[in-house]
C-alpha cells in the first residue's frame, strides 16, 4: 500500500509542474475571493455601485452631478456618513447613499426627551420626478461637511442652472422662523452644492456611543436663490419651493 500511494504521489508531482502549480494556487485564490464576494452581497465599488442602484431603481444611467467620496474615520458621526451621488436625468433626479463599513444605528428625537434606535441601511437610493426648469433636491440624510472633518450636516444641490453658473447663495427660512444662508459649491455645470452643519441635536446620547440627528429640515421650504459667474457678476435670482417627499 506504500509503494502504491509513493508512486501516486511521485506521479502526481510530475503532473504538477511549476507553471501548474500557480496556475492551480491562481484558480483557487480566485475561488475563494469569489466565494467571499458573494457572500457580501456582490459589492461594487464607488460608480459601479450606484450604476448597479439605478439599474436595480429601472433607471438608465443619468449624468453624474455630485460625488461625496465617503469618509475614513468610522469613529462618532463619521461612521454615518457614506458614499454619496446624484446624478440627472431628463426628468428625475437620483440619490444613491452607498456603503461605508457596516451597518450602524443612530438616536432620533420622537418627542420631548425621548429618542428612537434607527438602523443605517446598507445603501439605498431616493428618486425625485422633476418639472422643468430649475430645481432643488434635498438629501435625506446627513451628509459630511466637505472640508473633510468629522461633522454632519443636511446637504442640497440645485440643478439645472445656467451653464455660466460659478457659485451662488442659498437663502432659507425654516419652520422655527430661522433664516439660513447657504453658500455653494460648483459641483458639475449647472449643478451647485450647499451644506449646513448640524447644530440642533446632541452629539451623542446619554454618554453611548449614538449618534442624535434630527429630521432633514430643507425639504417643502420656499427658497431665494442668487446665483453668479466666475467674475462675480449676478447669473439670475430664483424663487422656489425646494422639493419633498409626497405624502402617501
Given at each position: 500500500?506504500r509503494e502504491r500511494?509513493?508512486r ?14 500557480i ?13 467571499t464576494w458573494?457572500?457580501?452581497g456582490w459589492p461594487?465599488?464607488?460608480e459601479?455601485?450606484?450604476r448597479?442602484?439605478?439599474r436595480q ?5 443619468g449624468?453624474?452631478v ?7 474615520d468610522?469613529s ?10 446624484i446624478?440627472?436625468g ?8 452607498l456603503d461605508?463599513q457596516?451597518?450602524y444605528?443612530?438616536m432620533k ?7 428612537t ?5 446598507a445603501q439605498?437610493?431616493?428618486?425625485w420626478?422633476l ?9 435625506l440624510?446627513?451628509?459630511r461637511?466637505?472640508?473633510g472633518t468629522d461633522?454632519?450636516?443636511?446637504g442640497?444641490?440645485?440643478l439645472r ?7 451662488g447663495?442659498l ?6 422662523g ?18 449646513e ?11 453611548t456611543?449614538l449618534y442624535?440627528l434630527?429630521?432633514?429640515?430643507m425639504p417643502?421650504?420656499d ?18 419651493t425646494v422639493?419633498q417627499?409626497?405624502?402617501?
Open positions: 500500500m500511494w509513493n501516486a504521489r511521485l506521479r502526481l508531482n510530475g503532473l504538477l509542474t511549476r507553471r501548474r502549480r496556475v492551480l494556487d491562481l484558480l483557487l485564490t480566485a475561488a475563494v475571493l469569489g466565494l458573494a457572500w457580501s461594487l465599488p464607488g459601479a455601485a450606484f448597479r442602484l439605478e431603481n429601472f433607471l438608465s444611467p449624468e453624474i455630485f460625488h461625496q467620496p465617503g469618509g475614513r468610522f462618532g458621526a463619521g461612521r454615518l456618513a457614506k458614499e454619496i451621488y446624478s440627472l431628463e426628468d428625475w433626479a437620483a440619490v444613491g447613499y461605508n457596516g451597518d444605528r443612530y428625537p420622537v418627542g420631548p426627551g425621548t429618542y434606535m434607527v438602523p443605517v441601511e439605498w437610493m431616493e428618486l420626478a418639472e422643468p426648469g430649475p430645481v432643488v433636491v434635498p438629501l440624510f446627513p451628509v461637511d466637505p472640508e461633522a454632519l450636516g443636511w442640497a444641490a440645485a442652472l445656467p451653464a455660466e453658473t460659478a457659485g447663495v437663502r432659507l427660512t425654516d419652520r422655527e430661522r433664516e439660513h444662508v447657504l453658500t455653494g459649491a460648483r459641483c458639475e455645470e449647472g449643478a451647485l452644492w450647499f451644506w452643519v448640524n447644530d440642533r441635536e446632541k452629539q451623542y446620547y446619554e454618554g456611543n442624535v434630527g429630521p432633514p429640515w417643502g421650504l427658497y431665494s436663490l442668487e446665483l453668479y459667474d466666475e467674475a462675480g457678476e449676478a447669473v439670475a435670482r430664483l424663487d422656489g422639493l417627499e409626497r405624502e402617501g
